[in-house]
């Protein structure tokens, strides 16, 4: 993209400078890929019929001829979004092949199993999402846990606490005490 611009210079000493008027292309590279393209592959609620029932970012749609394209459940179809923004020639990428994968449940009703707490003592665990429709798990969350974090101990017949890191004490992990 180039576009042509009338530059003109005026001098604030007028009197011993002179304007100047010249004409400037200005050429502008295109960036590689239009804004929020949809990734490579997308997995989609079991409600999604077709193609063309799928959302795609701001900008996009999907090519009409795939537009009415049937989704299985568990089979990928390859589609075409086309990003159709005011900016379209900005960009050099402005499509991408989409392998859509309807999923055979939503997982709309699920509970949380094997949650427990983490503990100065022990490490946490944030449980397991069970589906209760079609009865599988289908995420595993980290557990959090307080290692590595500071703590306060209190200090030998002085009952003050002084500052430590656990495993990592300014000491090198001797005993004293703060005063």
């Known amino acids: 993209l180039s576009c042509r611009y009338a530059v003109v210079f005026i001098p604030a000493d007028g009197i011993n400078y002179s304007s100047v008027e010249t004409v400037a292309t200005l050429v502008i590279g295109q960036a590689e890929n239009a804004p929020g393209m949809p990734p490579e592959n997308m997995k989609v609620a079991r409600r999604y019929e077709k193609?063309?029932?799928?959302?795609?970012?701001e900008g996009w749609q999907w090519q009409e001829t795939d537009w009415d394209t049937a989704l299985e459940t568990g089979v990928p179809v390859t589609a075409t979004a086309v990003y159709n923004g005011e900016d379209r020639e900005n960009y050099k990428n402005v499509s991408v092949a989409v392998a859509v994968i309807r999923l055979d449940c939503d997982h709309e009703r699920t509970e949380l199993r094997g949650a427990a707490a983490a503990t100065c003592q022990k490490k946490g665990y944030s449980g397991d999402t069970?589906?209760?429709?079609?009865?599988?798990?289908?995420?595993?969350?980290?557990s959090r846990s307080f290692q590595g974090l500071p703590i306060r101990t209190a200090t030998a017949g002085q009952g003050r606490v002084g500052n430590h890191q656990?495993?990592?004490?300014?000491?090198?992990?001797?005993?004293?005490?703060?005063?």
């Not at 193609?51 to 970012?57: A, F, I, Q, R």
């Open 166 to 179: 656990r495993g990592n004490r300014q000491d090198g992990g001797r005993k004293h005490r703060d005063g």
């Open 130 to 142: 069970y589906c209760l429709e079609c009865a599988g798990r289908h995420a595993r969350r980290p």
């Open 51 to 57: 193609v063309g029932s799928v959302p795609l970012p």
